[in-house]
């Protein structure tokens, strides 16, 4: 499981889910990006209408859509990435600690972005398939690819609003 596990993606996002100017963990962030996502899934998993395990169309749309922002973020790690090692060669002026954070965040919150976009794909493809074997597991499926999705569209708002600060941060004092 070594290479394949995600827990230290999934701590790293953990991490940043903390007010910057404190340095504390942000309850509020934890509960509108973990909890209220389980909670809307467990509401819905009991108020199922039924005829919703079958719509295709907008379960397509939903992979199609969550495919490209995820591949956006895949690519928005790779320029992070790329900034990060930019910022470690950059003497004049050298980076903030604090800078340097922020893009280090940024990053890790780009790749749960791109773990969480994959496992929301992943469940919506399976979810259907389910449906003709059990679907009190389809809905549970579903539901739990709902909960990613809501996680998944948060935490992607989240990379936006880091990438305007770093923006901001660095375009007033760096030599571009």
């Known amino acids: 499981?070594?290479?394949?596990?995600?827990?230290?993606?999934?701590?790293?996002?953990?991490?940043?889910?903390r007010n910057y100017q404190t340095n504390e963990r942000?309850?509020?962030?934890i509960f509108l990006q973990l909890v209220f996502p389980v909670v809307v899934s467990i509401g819905l998993f009991f108020i199922w209408p039924n005829s919703c395990s079958n719509a295709?169309?907008?379960?397509?749309?939903?992979?199609?859509?969550?495919?490209?922002?995820?591949?956006?973020?895949?690519?928005?790690?790779?320029?992070?990435?790329?900034?990060?090692?930019?910022?470690?060669?950059?003497?004049?002026?050298k980076p903030l600690d604090r800078e340097l954070a922020l893009v280090d965040e940024s990053f890790h919150i780009s790749m749960w972005a791109?773990?969480?976009?994959?496992?929301?794909?992943?469940?919506?493809c399976v979810a259907p398939l389910m449906n003709n074997v059990n679907e009190l597991v389809s809905r549970f499926i579903f539901c739990l690819a709902i909960s990613l999705l809501i996680n998944f569209l948060l935490v992607t708002c989240m990379v936006?609003?880091?990438?305007?600060a770093a923006y901001t941060s660095f375009s007033r004092g760096w030599k571009m």
């Open 114 to 124: 791109v773990v969480d976009g994959l496992f929301v794909v992943g469940f919506l």
């Open 1 to 17: 499981m070594g290479k394949i596990d995600i827990r230290l993606l999934f701590q790293k996002y953990f991490e940043t889910l």
């Open 26 to 29: 942000s309850h509020f962030d």
């Open 56 to 93: 295709g169309d907008l379960i397509s749309n939903l992979i199609s859509c969550i495919s490209i922002i995820t591949g956006f973020m895949c690519g928005v790690a790779v320029l992070l990435f790329q900034l990060r090692l930019q910022m470690c060669s950059q003497q004049d002026p």
């Open 160 to 164: 936006l609003k880091r990438i305007s």
